[in-house]
């Protein structure tokens, strides 16, 4: 039990729930500011409550590491077994449980085409298999800005890259990393690897909602580096199109391209500069937190982004023999 990893410093009585709660959320994130948002609070009351629980626990908990907050291992060790505790102490308040096989309930979720593509197929699959009268209504991303109070008090689930939203928790479904597609025929598709190939090439831009630009282009430019726009459409989807039937280049994620690759007939191909990893969030609001329904979904949704992670790592080992 939680009370185990403080039981040595406290007295549990003397215990503040609420700076549980905190740490959860400051482990979570791994920064003031967003555990912030997330828990509801100011950003210097969630700073006193980490140095409350930097005297509690002995540990600074997070350090600043060049620009970045990061864990200590104490505060590594304490990831699992805290959220397990709260899970188990936000139990005790549900009311029921949620009967899948016989419910009705309409979820509204809101997601970007590339989490439709490749979360949405084995949700229904086990909607089908577990909950059939469940409904999934789903709404576009449309970007942070469309997160006002009113419009987030309609939503279930939001997934998308990014970070927190007000009244919204966090967790992380996947990571991914982008590459190049294009059709298998592509002139330039053995050198596309080379810098100057890929500035050579024409591309296919993806701007959504809100957006101003892609955000490849963004860190591009940070790098020095501007490639020649010949298209631009608002989701990764129709890009994967267009390089399908034309000569452009998509620079896009490369689990997507994976997904359609066979029936676009495309091959992914490693960029001559890395981005990195990104990574893909699952958000429900604070209401919905001991909600059965929304942990019942919650729960669908994270064993298919580990089951994602779990068969690429796979992957990635069988390649290295």
Not at 134 to 162: K, N, Q, S
Not at 300 to 310: K, N
Request: proline share 6%; glycine share 6%; with cysteine.
């Amino acid at each position: 039990m939680l009370y185990m990893i403080y039981i040595r410093r406290m007295n549990l009585a003397s215990l503040d729930l609420n700076l549980l709660v905190a740490l959860d959320a400051l482990l979570s994130e791994t920064s003031v500011s967003r555990a912030a948002l997330r828990i509801g609070l100011s950003q210097p009351a969630t700073s006193h409550a980490l140095q409350r629980l930097r005297d509690l626990v002995g540990d600074p908990l997070l350090v600043r590491v060049g620009a970045r907050m990061e864990l200590t291992p104490r505060a590594q060790a304490l990831r699992a077994p805290l959220s397990q505790a709260l899970d188990q102490v936000r139990g005790l308040f549900v009311a029921e449980d949620f009967d899948a096989k016989h419910s009705e309930r309409r979820f509204r979720v809101m997601m970007p085409d590339i989490a439709v593509e490749l979360l949405l197929p084995p949700l229904l699959t086990r909607l089908a298999a577990d909950a059939p009268g469940v409904r999934l209504d789903v709404a576009p991303w449309r970007g942070p800005a469309i997160m006002t109070p009113e419009f987030a008090r309609t939503i279930d689930l939001v997934i998308c890259i990014g970070d927190a939203f007000k009244g919204f928790h966090r967790q992380k479904l996947y990571t991914d990393s982008d590459a190049l597609a294009v059709r298998r025929d592509h002139p330039l598709r053995g050198r596309l690897k080379r810098l100057d190939a890929f500035l050579a090439a024409r591309h296919v831009a993806v701007v959504g909602r809100g957006q101003r630009e892609d955000l490849i282009d963004e860190w591009l430019r940070d790098k020095g580096v501007e490639r020649t726009i010949a298209l631009v459409v608002p989701s990764y989807i129709e890009a994967l199109h267009m390089a399908a039937r034309t000569d452009l280049v998509a620079f896009v994620p490369r689990r997507l391209i994976a997904a359609l690759a066979q029936p676009l007939g495309l091959v992914a191909i490693a960029p001559p500069l890395d981005p990195g990893i990104d990574e893909q969030f699952m958000f429900y609001p604070t209401r919905a937190q001991v909600d059965p329904g929304s942990i019942w979904l919650r729960r669908q949704i994270l064993a298919i982004g580990h089951a994602m992670e779990t068969s690429a790592h796979g992957a990635h080992r069988s390649g290295k023999r």
